[in-house]
């Protein structure tokens, strides 16, 4: 596993743990605009992270790598 695989899972693990947390608030509307601007950076830094992990990722078709 690559230092950059560790980084997305170690992210990844800590957007799970705030997700209850987030639902909740927004349910409730107690988020403020800082807690609900943190969580989107967090949710675009992981979408970012799965999308480069995408780009080095080798595609294999017929079990060919291209």
């Given at each position: 596993m690559s230092?950059?695989?560790?980084?997305?899972?170690m992210l990844l693990g800590s957007v799970g743990i705030r997700v209850?947390?987030?639902v909740t608030g927004l349910f409730?509307?107690?988020l403020s605009c800082d807690e609900q601007t943190?969580?989107?950076?967090q949710l675009r830094e992981l979408a970012d992270g799965f999308?480069?992990?995408v780009l080095r990722t080798p595609l294999v078709i017929?079990?060919?790598?291209?």
């Open positions: 230092e950059a695989d560790r980084a997305l899972l209850g947390e987030i409730e509307d107690s943190a969580f989107e950076q999308r480069q992990r017929n079990e060919e790598v291209t």
